[in-house]
């Protein structure tokens, strides 16, 4: 079994930075995509920003030159640095993680979600 644990939402004034996290753990043989996805009210989820297994990004236009994301493989763990915050940015974050476990000798690829977090950009 497989988990994502999300942290480092919050409310932030506009202008003001977060940096978000999220650490996968268990039984896992290797994570090829990861990725940060947001949702605000009455929206569709939306890609934010995402990073392969060889460091290559990409980022929604709302966000570049504002987000960062990076990945720790020793760690298992995604973030995502946002800086200049607009209350645009307002929504509930979730990452997704691509990973390959191991049972016997097959590899399975599955895709997991986080439990999301919450940003507030308000003055």
């Known amino acids: 079994q497989v988990q994502l644990v999300e942290s480092g939402g919050g409310l932030v004034q506009p202008g003001g930075s977060l940096r978000l996290s999220c650490a996968a753990s268990g039984s896992i043989f290797s994570i090829s995509a990861m990725a940060w996805y947001r949702q605000a009210p009455g929206n569709q989820r939306e890609l934010v920003a995402g990073?392969?297994?060889?460091?290559?990004?990409n980022y929604a236009d709302s966000v570049k030159g504002r987000f960062t994301i990076s990945r720790d493989n020793a760690k298992n763990t995604v973030y995502l640095q946002m800086n200049s915050l607009k209350p645009e940015d307002t929504a509930v974050y979730y990452c997704?993680?691509?990973?390959?476990?191991?049972?016997?000798?097959?590899?399975?690829?599955?895709?997991?979600w986080g439990q999301g977090t919450q940003v507030t950009v308000s003055s």
């Open positions: 997704n993680v691509d990973f390959t476990v191991v049972v016997g000798t097959v590899r399975h690829q599955f895709g997991s």
């Open positions: 990073v392969t297994s060889g460091g290559s990004t």
